[in-house]
Nanobody
Framework: QVQLVESGGGLVQAGGSLRLSCAAS????????MGWFRQAPGKEREFVTA????????YYADSVKGRFAISRDNAKNTVYLQMNNLKPEDTAVYYC????????????????WGQGTQVTVSS
C-alpha cells in the first residue's frame, strides 16, 4: 500500500520559513518524480514545484521561484520543500504527489497523493 505522508506545516508570520517533508512508503521512491501542489480555500489545487527522480532537475511555479526549494533524499524515501520569505498568499494546504511517468504541472499526471499539511502565513 502506497503512502505519502506530509509533515512540517504550521502557522508562521510573513517573512518566515517552514520546511515541509513528505515520507513515502510502499513504492520504489527513487524512480518517481515528486511534486508539491497547494490548495487555498475556494481555489483549485495548483502546481508549486517538482523534482525528477534523480534530483538533477527541478521546476517551480513563478509565484515561488527564488523563495521555495525542493529537494529529495532517495535513501530516506523523502522529498522536502523549503519555504522562505513566506507571504500570506502562500497560505494553503500543501500536498506532495508522486508520478511514475515524469514531471507534470497538472494534478492528473500524478499517481499518488498525500493527505496534505496546512500552512498558514499571517500578515
Amino acid at each position: 500500500q502506497v503512502q505519502l505522508v506530509e509533515s512540517g506545516g504550521g502557522l508562521v508570520q510573513a517573512g518566515g520559513s517552514l520546511r515541509l517533508s513528505c515520507a513515502a512508503s510502499g513504492l520504489t521512491f527513487s524512480v518517481y518524480a515528486m511534486g508539491w501542489f497547494r490548495q487555498a480555500p475556494g481555489k483549485e489545487r495548483e502546481f508549486v514545484t517538482a523534482i525528477r527522480w534523480s534530483g538533477t532537475s527541478t521546476y517551480y511555479a513563478d509565484s515561488v521561484k527564488g523563495r521555495f526549494a525542493i529537494s529529495r533524499d532517495n535513501a530516506k524515501n523523502t522529498v522536502y520543500l523549503q519555504m522562505n520569505n513566506l507571504k500570506p498568499e502562500d497560505t494553503a494546504v500543501y500536498y506532495c504527489a508522486g508520478s511514475l511517468t515524469g514531471i507534470y504541472y497538472y494534478t492528473s499526471g500524478y499517481n499518488y497523493w498525500g493527505q496534505g499539511t496546512q500552512v498558514t502565513v499571517s500578515s
